[in-house]
């Protein structure tokens, strides 16, 4: 259930757009802030879609609900609504919010088949008499029109940089469970690979172009050899998958070479069991705050991502 449990009703069909709103808040008025404050909050006075905040992003109400967000029927009735938080505060973590809404604009973009154009991609005072959002129409040009150019370009770039098929590269892999449990693999951040809550126990990685091998760190063990084959039954444990039997994993390393004249990487993550996803971690690299593996050794993990950089 949602924190705003479907008070503006449901919509009944797939968003058309997304409003981008600024909060207006101070730059106390994080994710952990409006978790505590919206259950006690008067909805009727408003509420979003979405909170994006230095410290996490808020869902406050699905999707397929209604939100009252812009003072506008049609708006409230037909469109999304994010908030980029804390943008009364330091002007550095407002753009970082404001990337990270963007971004998160791209995706449910893709998802419910947007086309990001100046009627898609709304600002609130289009609809209603208020300085929303006053932060990003101040940083991009002080007009509507400048600052949903910015918005559409930025959500278009993101929308691409999601694909990745520009080059064709496509990972394909596949987890088991320390239940044994063997899902269905998938292909890039077309999904994800595992059930959130349940352990890792097993990866297996193939690739169209290039070659790829890959490891895992085995919780509370070590790492497991090189592996490059691929197995999806993950009965060829001698190549064909990296793990030990049904123990949990906390860590897995990727090496991918591309073919010749193709510069790309491997990117993936992972996510501790019911926890967030950690950073994406490129390759081996250990420049950039990065480990040279991805996951947090002492910890189980339940979901995988791989794809192209
Ligand atoms: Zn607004």
């Not at 609900?65 to 469109?79: D, L, S, V």
């Not at 006053?134 to 991009?140: D, K, L, Q």
């Not at 004249?261 to 491997?266: L, Q, S, T």
Request: aromatic share 12%; hydrophobic share 30%; proline share 2%.
């Amino acid at each position: 259930m949602s924190i705003c449990k479907g008070i503006a009703r449901k919509r009944g069909r797939n968003p058309i757009g997304i409003f981008i709103h600024n909060d207006a808040g101070s730059k106390n008025a994080n994710y952990a802030y409006y978790k505590n404050w919206l259950p006690k909050h008067n909805l009727e006075n408003g509420f979003a879609h979405y909170y994006v905040c230095s410290d996490g992003t808020l869902q406050a109400e699905d999707d397929s609900n209604m939100a009252w967000h812009c003072g506008n029927e049609y708006g409230n009735t037909n469109y999304l609504s994010i908030e980029v938080c804390q943008s009364m505060g330091n002007l550095t973590t407002f753009k970082k919010n404001e990337t990270k809404a963007l971004k998160l604009a791209a995706k449910l973009c893709k998802k419910y088949g947007i086309t990001p154009n100046s009627s898609t991609i709304k600002l609130h005072r289009e609809v209603y008499p208020t300085g929303c959002p006053h932060r990003s129409v101040e940083i991009h040009g002080g007009t509507v029109s400048k600052t949903k150019n910015y918005f559409i370009k930025k959500i278009k770039e993101y929308m691409g940089d999601k694909t990745t098929t520009d080059s064709g590269i496509v990972f394909t892999y596949a987890v088991k469970l320390t239940d044994g449990t063997i899902l269905p693999s998938v292909k890039n951040t077309n999904d994800f690979a595992g059930i959130r809550g349940k352990k890792i126990a097993a990866v297996s990685i193939k690739v169209n172009k290039g070659k790829v091998k890959y490891r895992v760190h085995v919780l509370g063990g070590k790492w497991i050899s090189w592996k490059t084959g691929y197995d999806f039954n993950f009965k060829n444990g001698k190549n064909g998958y990296s793990g030990n039997e049904n123990k949990a994993i906390d860590a897995i390393q990727i090496i991918y070479t591309a073919p010749s004249g193709i510069k790309k990487k491997v990117k993936y993550r992972v996510s501790s069991v019911n926890g967030d996803y950690y950073s994406w971690q490129i390759g081996t690299e250990k420049t950039n705050g990065q480990d040279g593996y991805a996951g947090n050794y002492k910890t189980a993990i339940d979901r995988l991502q791989i794809t192209v950089k």
